[in-house]
């Protein structure tokens, strides 16, 4: 392990966005087993420091390359094209019409049903952009239609967020 190796290199799998969970969840306990500051204590403060160092280095990679989002979105950094979401908020037409009626159906949701429905809408439109994603990094790699596709995403998952909220509103 190096300290400049990438969370991929790290992890010792392959720099792309499909990934076994399994796999990671393995990987990261090998990792964190080979660096644990109690197989250091005998050599003293110092490398129990540097132990926990690697410790926190492995831990936010593990969170980034589990996270199907924050992975496509690191790739695409590793790729030279990084998401910047909270400068580039540019969507094509269509997405946002369909963020401004699933904002409307959900303002104008009454019950559980009409939520329901409104989630398993959102679900899908979650599927389809993972699944998109899978295509432009994995089989492309086109990463700026990538980066797009992750700020695209990031909206997705944050309206999940508040319908979820509504849904917690209601004791649902």
């Known amino acids: 392990m190096k300290l400049d190796d990438n969370d991929f290199e790290l992890f010792a799998v392959p720099a792309t966005f499909a990934q076994d969970r399994a796999v990671l969840d393995a990987r990261w306990k090998e990792l964190q087993r080979e660096v644990h500051p109690d197989r250091f204590a005998a050599q003293g403060a110092a490398a129990q420091r540097v132990a926990m ?12 390359l589990k996270d199907p989002l924050r992975r496509a979105s690191y790739l695409c950094e590793l790729n030279g094209s990084p998401v910047n979401a909270e400068k ?5 037409p269509d997405f946002l019409m369909q963020q401004m009626e699933w904002r409307e159906a959900l303002a104008e949701a ?6 329901d429905k409104l989630r398993t809408e959102v679900q899908a439109g979650r599927a389809r952009a993972l699944s ?18 992750v700020r695209a995403l990031m909206f997705i998952e944050r309206f999940a967020e508040d319908v979820e909220a509504k ?3 209601w004791g649902q």
């Open 53 to 64: 160092q690697w410790s926190v280095r492995i831990n936010e990679a593990y969170q980034r």
């Open 88 to 92: 580039n908020t540019a969507m094509p």
């Open 110 to 115: 009454q019950d559980a049903a009409a939520l």
């Open 132 to 149: 998109s994603l899978d295509w432009l990094i994995d089989e492309k790699g086109d990463y700026p239609a990538a980066s797009r596709q």
């Open 167 to 169: 849904s917690d509103q």
